[in-house]
C-alpha cells in the first residue's frame, strides 16, 4: 500500500487529491466550499465523504492512506509584513523572501520604524514578522533601532530577524529580554545586491507549521492530517521549480513562467535566471531569485474585480471583448459582490475571460524584468531591472478561469512580448500549458518525500495547449 | 566595518577597465570594496552606502559628464543621513582640455572632498583615504 493524501486548505476551497504512488497515478480528487464562518475541518470531513465515494465508484471503496500532507493558504494565507533599511535594497530582499515563503505581504516598511509605524504594524495584524537591514558587516543602527521599537511593542506576534549579521547578538539579547517569540536567520542580503532567501524562507515555513496553522483553526492532533508543511502558493512554488528544473533521474521542462489567477489575486512565478538575453545590456539592481514569486492584491476575477478594473481600464477589457458598449463596471462591481459566481451564460464566461486578460497582461508585465536606457553622446546605453523572461521554455496557467474557458491560450497570449512595449522582457515563444486538474500545490507536497514521482505526475497532467 | 569604501562609474557612463584596476588596489590595501560597478546612478551609490555602512564614496567619471553627474549627490547624501561621507572623485572629469584648477574647484564647491586628474594613481587616492579616514600607516 503506498497511498498519499493531499490536501489544500484553500480560503473557498478545500481540495483533496488522491494519488496512487505505485502506479503514479492520481486516484480522484474532491472539493468543498469552505467558509470563514464554518469550522475549517468540517469542509475537509466533508470533501473526505466526497472523495470516498469516488474513489468506490472506482472500485476502491476501503482505501486506507499512508500518509497525509496539507498545505493551506485558509483565513487570509500567511500574512506578513517585512522592514528593511533601504526599499530597493534590504527592504526588497525581506519582501521576496516573504513572498517565495508563499506570504502574502501585507506591507513592507524601510529605515526607522517609528511609533505610528508600530501602531501600523499592529493593526494590520500580520501572522509574523520579517526584519531585515543591513548587510552583514554594513549597516547596524536602524536594525538595532527597528528592535527595540519592536522588544518595546511586545506584539504578540512572531519574528523572523534575517539582517546584517554584526547586530544579531544584541537582537537576540533585546527580543530574549522582551519575551518575544522570535527565530535568527540568515541575512537576506549578506552583500550588496546578493539575495540570500533561502534560510528565511525556510525559518518562515518552521514558524508557520509550528505556530500558525493551528491559530487558523487547522489541527492536526485528530489524527486526519501528518503534517502542515507549508502555505499553499510556497507548495506551488515547490511544483514549479521540480516541474522546470526536474530530478536526478527525469528531467524537468525547463525555464518557465506559471500564472494563477484567483479570485483575490494574481500570482506570477519564474523559473529561470532572467539573465539579459540581448547583447550589450547590463543589468542593475538587487540580484534576482531563481524561483520568484510577485503577487497582484489588485488584480483577481471576483474579490479585486474592481481594482482591476482601475488598474486595467474599462477601454482595455471592452477591447479584449471586442464590444465598445459593455457595462464592464457593472460586471466588475457585481463580481466582486459575490465572490462564489459561476459564470452561466455565454456572455458572462466572455467577461470572465476579457478580466482574465487583463489580470494576465498587468500581471506578467509587473512580475518581467524591463529596460531603461541611458543616452550617452555615442548613442544609447541599455540597463536591465528585474528578470528577462525572453527565453522562457514554457507559459502555464492555473486557476478556474482557464479551466472553464473555451480557449485558455488566447487568455494566456496576453502576457507574451508585445512589440509596442519592447522594454518589458516578457516570454518571447513560449509553449502554452494548462494544469486542467488543479494538481500544482498537491505536486508540490508530494515532491517533499516523492519527486520523481510528482515530476512525472505533472508532466501527464500538464497539458500542453 | 570601519574601512568600507563604494565603489562605481556614475551617470551613463561604461568605461569598466579603470573600475577593475581600482577595485584591485582598493581591495589590496585592505580596504572592504563595495564595487557597484559602471552605470551606477547617485541613488545607487547612496543606497549602497547606507546598507553597507560605508565610509567613502570613490567615484569614476571618465566619459567627459562628470559635472552633471555629479552634482547634487553631497545635497543627497545629507538628505539620506550620510553626514561624514567622504566623496572621491576621479577620471576625465570634463570633455577636453580645462584648466585643471578650475576644475577641481568646481568640484570641491560640489561638496567633493578629493578631485583627481586623469589618469590619477589610484595610490594616492589610497594614501588619501587612509589619512581622511585617520587609518594607521601599513608597514
Ligand atoms: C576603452 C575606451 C572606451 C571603450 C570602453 C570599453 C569598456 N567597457 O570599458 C568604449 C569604446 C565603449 C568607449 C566608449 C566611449 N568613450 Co571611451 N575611451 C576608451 C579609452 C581608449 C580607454 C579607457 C580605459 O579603459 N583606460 C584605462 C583605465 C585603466 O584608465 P582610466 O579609465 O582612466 O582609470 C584610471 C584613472 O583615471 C584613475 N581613476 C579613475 N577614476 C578614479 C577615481 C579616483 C578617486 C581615483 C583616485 C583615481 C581614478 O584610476 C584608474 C585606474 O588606473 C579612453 C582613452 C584613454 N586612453 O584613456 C577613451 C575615452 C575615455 N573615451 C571617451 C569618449 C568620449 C567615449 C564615448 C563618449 C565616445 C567615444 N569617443 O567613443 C563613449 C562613451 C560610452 C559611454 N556611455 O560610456 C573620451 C572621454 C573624453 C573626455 N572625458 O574628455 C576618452 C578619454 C577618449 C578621448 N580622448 O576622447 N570608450
Known amino acids: 500500500m503506498n497511498n498519499y493524501l493531499l490536501i489544500d486548505f484553500g480560503s473557498t476551497y478545500t481540495k483533496l487529491t488522491a494519488v496512487d504512488l505505485n502506479a503514479e497515478a492520481i486516484l480522484g480528487t474532491a472539493k468543498s466550499y469552505t467558509t470563514v464562518e464554518t469550522d475549517i475541518m468540517t469542509g475537509y470531513e466533508a470533501a473526505l465523504v466526497e472523495l470516498k465515494a469516488t474513489l468506490a465508484a472506482k472500485g476502491r471503496p476501503d482505501l486506507e492512506f499512508d500518509r497525509k500532507l496539507a498545505c493551506s493558504s485558509a483565513a487570509g494565507g500567511l500574512k506578513m509584513v517585512a522592514i528593511g533599511l533601504v526599499q ?51 549597516n547596524q543602527t536602524c536594525i538595532l533601532h527597528n528592535a527595540k521599537r519592536l522588544a518595546e511593542a511586545k506584539l504578540p506576534v512572531p519574528i523572523v530577524v534575517a539582517g ?34 533561502d534560510p528565511a524562507r525556510e525559518e518562515i515555513r518552521e514558524i508557520f507549521m509550528q505556530r500558525i496553522t493551528h491559530a487558523k483553526g487547522i489541527h492536526t492532533a485528530t489524527g486526519m492530517i501528518d503534517d502542515i508543511l507549508m502555505p499553499t502558493p510556497a507548495a506551488v512554488l515547490k511544483a514549479a521549480e521540480l516541474l ?38 547590463t543589468q542593475k539592481g538587487l540580484e534576482e531569485p531563481f524561483a ?89 546605453v541599455i540597463s536591465q531591472l528585474g528578470k528577462d523572461l525572453g527565453n522562457a521554455a514554457a507559459f502555464i496557467g492555473t486557476g478556474g478561469v482557464l479551466v472553464a474557458s473555451e480557449n485558455p491560450k488566447a487568455i494566456l497570449q496576453e502576457g507574451l512580448y508585445d512589440q509596442e512595449t519592447p ?7 513560449p509553449a502554452f500549458k494548462l494544469d486542467q486538474d488543479y494538481i500544482l500545490s498537491a505536486m508540490g507536497l508530494l515532491s517533499q518525500d516523492h519527486p520523481d514521482t510528482a515530476l512525472r505526475i505533472m508532466k501527464r497532467h500538464i497539458v500542453t495547449l | 566595518m570601519t574601512n568600507t569604501v563604494v565603489l562605481g562609474v556614475i551617470g551613463a557612463d561604461c568605461h569598466a577597465v579603470g573600475n577593475k584596476i581600482l577595485d584591485y588596489a582598493f581591495s589590496k590595501a585592505g580596504f572592504n570594496v563595495v564595487n557597484i560597478g559602471v552605470l551606477s546612478s547617485q541613488e545607487e551609490f547612496i543606497n549602497a552606502a547606507e546598507e553597507t555602512g560605508a565610509k567613502a564614496m570613490i567615484i569614476s567619471s571618465l566619459y567627459g559628464h562628470g559635472e552633471i553627474d555629479c552634482r547634487g549627490l ?66
Open chain 1, 244 to 281: 522546470s528544473k526536474g530530478t536526478d533521474l527525469e528531467d524537468g521542462i525547463g525555464t518557465l513562467v506559471m500564472v494563477d489567477i484567483g479570485g483575490a489575486t494574481t500570482d506570477v512565478y519564474s523559473i529561470c535566471d532572467g539573465e539579459p538575453t540581448q547583447p550589450g545590456v
Open chain 1, 423 to 429: 522594454t518589458s522582457l516578457r516570454p518571447k515563444s
Open chain 2, 74 to 139: 553631497r545635497e543627497k547624501c545629507d538628505e539620506a543621513g550620510l553626514d561624514d561621507m567622504l566623496l572621491y572623485v576621479g577620471g576625465n572629469l570634463v570633455v577636453g582640455k580645462h584648466d585643471w584648477e578650475e576644475v577641481k574647484e568646481k568640484f570641491l564647491a560640489m561638496g567633493f572632498n578629493r578631485v583627481y586628474p586623469p589618469g590619477a594613481d589610484p595610490e594616492q587616492g589610497i594614501r588619501d583615504l587612509r589619512d581622511d579616514l585617520k587609518l594607521p600607516k601599513p608597514e
Open chain 1, 88 to 138: 530597493e535594497l534590504t527592504a526588497e530582499a525581506a519582501k521576496r523572501a516573504a513572498l517565495g515563503a508563499g506570504a502574502r505581504v501585507l506591507q513592507v516598511f524601510d529605515h526607522d520604524l517609528t511609533r505610528r509605524d508600530i501602531e501600523k504594524i499592529a493593526a494590520l495584524k500580520p501572522d509574523m514578522l520579517l526584519l531585515a537591514g543591513g548587510t552583514d558587516g554594513g
Open chain 1, 292 to 380: 520568484k514569486r510577485t503577487v497582484e492584491g489588485d488584480l483577481g476575477m471576483r474579490y479585486s474585480a474592481l481594482s482591476l478594473k482601475e488598474a486595467a481600464g474599462s477601454k482595455r477589457i471592452r477591447a479584449y471583448l471586442k464590444d465598445d458598449l459593455a457595462d464592464v463596471d457593472a460586471a466588475c462591481r457585481h463580481r466582486s459582490l459575490q465572490p462564489d459566481m459561476i459564470p452561466q451564460s455565454p456572455e458572462e464566461r466572455h467577461m470572465d475571460e476579457a478580466i482574465a486578460k487583463a489580470a494576465v497582461a498587468l500581471s506578467v508585465e509587473r512580475h518581467a524584468g524591463c529596460l531603461e536606457s541611458y543616452y550617452s553622446p555615442m548613442g544609447v
Open chain 1, 164 to 197: 546584517n549579521k554584526s547586530a544579531m547578538d544584541d537582537i537576540d539579547d533585546l527580543f530574549k529580554e522582551a519575551e518575544l517569540i522570535y527565530s535568527m536567520s540568515d541575512n537576506v542580503m549578506p552583500k550588496l545586491n546578493v539575495l540570500n532567501v
